[in-house]
């Protein structure tokens, strides 16, 4: 798996979220996949859990949406139509692995953790929804694998917990600053608490992003993501419950190219002219003669200038050289050097 890979060069690891996009066909899971792989994804995540594990079939007011982006669902229902069939998900993996891209997925309670052990996952997503589910985590984290968790609507303590929780295992983490709204808007992103819980937390971070297009994401890598996670289709026209706030693979292959394109430009910590810039050291400043010269006369403010270009000596030995004598007659625009000059 290429994700603490990544994580050591500096580079971010970018998940293409299939969830729901599949809209129920096996054949379509996998051109998501092959999609994702064409957009540039280094990771395919999926989903596992039924209606059944994930809730129960009832119909009273709890388990009833009212609002957002599946008002007048039912939980039992939505789950029904959303999730990804599990005897599909051997051969999704298999073709993940086939073409080259990690595969991912997302355990809602421990059946589903065991039955990804079986598949041979060789890491863990954890939802926003679930960063309370303390005994899920706990369960998870105790597989010894790489855990990548959600942190949407999560308080400080209830990250804090969930943290603690994976690190009786083991250290290898990544914590996903999330808006758990469908979509989300980037005014409410609040990315500096990405930024945030790296320093506190002492583990990689990046950013699980519900918003349309690429913005949130891009600037997340601008600002030191690690990881980022987006929902991908392969056409929003094919309606399911993700289909609205999914990307398409060209919007997808575009925010992985300006991702690339930002790691680029963040580079390392340098100091000095970059290759680019050197030939442009000439047209810093320096010290050059204003007025011609005779041997023997003294160097005054009056005869020499701190300008460019900067063949001659550094401004900073301007006030060194002020009243030493000329060794040589000087003309009008040559650079002063220390060998022109004598006490």
Same mark, same amino acid.
């Given at each position: !798996?290429? &994700?603490?890979?990544? @994580?050591?060069?500096?580079?971010?690891?970018?998940?293409?979220?299939?969830?729901?996009?599949?809209?129920?066909?096996? /054949?379509?899971? =996998?051109?998501?996949?092959?999609?994702?792989?064409?957009?540039?994804?280094?990771?395919?995540?999926?989903?596992?859990?039924?209606?059944?594990? *994930?809730?129960?079939?009832?119909?009273?007011?709890?388990?009833? *949406?009212?609002?957002?982006?599946?008002?007048?669902?039912?939980?039992?229902?939505?789950?029904?139509?959303?999730?990804?069939?599990?005897?599909?998900?051997?051969? &999704?993996?298999?073709?993940?692995?086939?073409?080259?891209?990690?595969?991912?997925?997302?355990?809602?309670?421990?059946?589903?953790?065991?039955?990804?052990?079986?598949?041979?996952?060789?890491?863990?997503?954890?939802?926003?929804?679930?960063?309370?589910?303390?005994? &899920? *985590?706990?369960?998870?984290?105790? =597989?010894?694998?790489?855990?990548?968790?959600?942190?949407?609507?999560?308080?400080?303590?209830?990250?804090?917990?969930?943290?603690?929780?994976?690190?009786?295992?083991?250290?290898?983490?990544?914590?996903? =600053?999330?808006?758990?709204?469908?979509?989300?808007?980037? /005014?409410?992103?609040?990315?500096?608490?990405?930024?945030? !819980?790296?320093?506190?937390?002492?583990?990689?971070?990046? @950013?699980?992003?519900?918003? !349309?297009?690429?913005?949130?994401?891009?600037?997340?890598?601008?600002?030191?993501?690690?990881?980022?996670?987006?929902?991908?289709?392969?056409?929003?026209?094919?309606?399911?419950?993700?289909?609205?706030?999914? !990307?398409?693979?060209?919007?997808?292959?575009?925010?992985?190219?300006?991702?690339?394109?930002?790691?680029?430009?963040?580079?390392?910590?340098?100091?000095?002219?970059?290759?680019?810039?050197?030939?442009? &050291?000439?047209?810093?400043?320096?010290?050059?003669?204003?007025?011609?010269?005779?041997?023997?006369?003294?160097?005054?403010?009056?005869?020499?200038?701190?300008?460019?270009?900067?063949?001659?000596?550094?401004?900073?030995?301007?006030?060194?050289?002020?009243?030493?004598?000329?060794?040589?007659?000087?003309?009008?625009?040559?650079? @002063?050097?220390?060998?022109?000059?004598?006490?």
């Amino acid at each position: !798996m290429k &994700l603490f890979e990544y @994580l050591h060069h500096h580079k971010t690891y970018v998940i293409a979220e299939m969830s729901a996009n599949h809209a129920g066909s096996f /054949e379509r899971a =996998k051109e998501i996949i092959y999609a994702a792989k064409e957009a540039g994804a280094d990771c395919i995540k999926i989903q596992t859990y039924t209606a059944d594990t *994930i809730t129960m079939d009832c119909d009273n007011e709890y388990f009833h *949406i009212d609002s957002g982006t599946w008002a007048g669902e039912n939980l039992y229902h939505l789950y029904e139509k959303a999730y990804t069939p599990w005897e599909w998900q051997p051969g &999704l993996k298999a073709e993940a692995d086939r073409i080259g891209i990690d595969f991912l997925s997302t355990p809602f309670d421990k059946t589903a953790v065991d039955f990804l052990e079986e598949i041979g996952v060789e890491a863990y997503k954890i939802a926003s929804f679930e960063l309370v589910d303390i005994p &899920l *985590i706990d369960y998870t984290a105790s =597989k010894r694998k790489p855990v990548i968790l959600s942190t949407g609507m999560g308080s400080f303590d209830e990250i804090k917990e969930a943290a603690a929780t994976i690190r009786k295992y083991h250290d290898q983490f990544v914590l996903l =600053k999330c808006s758990s709204a469908y979509p989300s808007v980037s /005014e409410q992103m609040n990315l500096a608490t990405m930024v945030d !819980m790296k320093e506190r937390f002492k583990c990689p971070s990046g @950013l699980s992003d519900h918003s !349309m297009g690429s913005l949130g994401a891009v600037a997340a890598v601008a600002m030191g993501a690690d990881v980022i996670e987006k929902h991908f289709c392969l056409s929003r026209d094919i309606k399911n419950p993700d289909s609205s706030f999914s !990307m398409e693979p060209q919007e997808f292959a575009d925010m992985v190219r300006d991702i690339r394109a930002v790691e680029r430009a963040k580079g390392n910590v340098f100091y000095g002219a970059a290759e680019q810039e050197k030939d442009n &050291l000439n047209f810093r400043k320096s010290i050059f003669v204003s007025t011609d010269i005779k041997k023997g006369e003294r160097i005054t403010e009056d005869n020499i200038r701190v300008i460019r270009p900067a063949y001659g000596l550094s401004p900073k030995f301007f006030d060194d050289v002020i009243g030493k004598r000329a060794a040589r007659d000087i003309q009008r625009g040559m650079p @002063l050097i220390f060998d022109f000059l004598m006490d």
